[in-house]
């Protein structure tokens, strides 16, 4: 049963470009949370959704991000015109309704 | 709103000894706890939970957690700390008497276990 799949694990975007993160649960779930760590900080919520709902986007920032989770396929947490300081650990979890979540290993964006 | 706190950022303990690692929270309703642990350039992992019951949970690697409610409190406990427990330790809460029950998680502690 394989757990969280995230990629890519590393992605370096210039500024301006679009970053697209990618993001499979475990098997079963249908609840995904997105989640970005920055150097020496915590774990700062971004998004709840489950499967074709946003649950709660209260962490998103309202300009440039975006977040799904298609009926079919993975979830993708969208970064539009990535700024440096988008620069940041970036990672999802999945569980079933209220349980415990499993995290993937993040995707690490650099943006230049 | 639902809230973590873990106020210390950093516990330092020697190998064998006793671990503590703090956390509160404050929530609108029935709290769902949570540990997790990140070792550098990696996921987090699951480590114990509290949804209902005896108030001490029992967990992976040896850790143990205390639930109580009226400190609003969910401490990480460990008889005897391992150099390998050197980790970043996190706690987070579901808040079911929210709006959404996301799961928020607190700034982090980590944990230096030295020889």
């Known amino acids: 049963n394989a757990g969280v799949m995230q990629n890519p694990r590393h992605l370096v975007r210039r500024r301006g470009q679009e970053a697209r993160l990618r993001c499979s649960p475990m098997?079963?779930?249908?609840?995904v949370y997105w989640y970005r760590q920055l150097p020496e900080e915590g774990l700062k919520f971004m998004v709840y959704l489950q499967k074709e709902n946003i649950i709660d986007e209260s962490g998103m920032p309202k300009e440039r991000f975006s977040a799904e989770f298609p009926k079919e396929g993975p979830s993708i947490l969208r970064i539009q015109q990535v700024v440096r300081g988008d620069s940041a650990a970036y990672f999802c979890a999945s569980s079933l309704l209220n349980t415990e979540a499993f995290f993937g290993q993040g995707t690490r964006l650099t943006v230049v | 709103a639902q809230s973590v706190a873990q106020p210390e950022d950093q516990v330092n303990v020697a190998e064998g000894n006793p671990l503590t690692v703090k956390c509160t929270y404050s929530v609108s309703g029935n709290p769902y706890l949570f540990w997790y642990v990140q070792y550098p350039n990696r996921g987090l992992q699951f480590l114990l939970k509290y949804i209902t019951g005896d108030n001490l949970v029992k967990g992976s690697y040896g850790f143990e957690a205390e639930f109580n409610k009226s400190q609003t409190s969910f401490h990480l406990k460990k008889p005897s700390a391992l150099v390998s427990d050197s980790a970043l330790y996190f706690c987070?809460?579901?808040?079911?008497?929210?709006?959404?029950?996301?799961?928020?998680f607190g700034t982090g502690t980590l944990l230096a276990v030295q020889p």
């Open positions: 098997k079963g779930h249908s609840h």
């Open positions: 987070a809460v579901r808040d079911m008497g929210g709006a959404t029950n996301k799961l928020i």
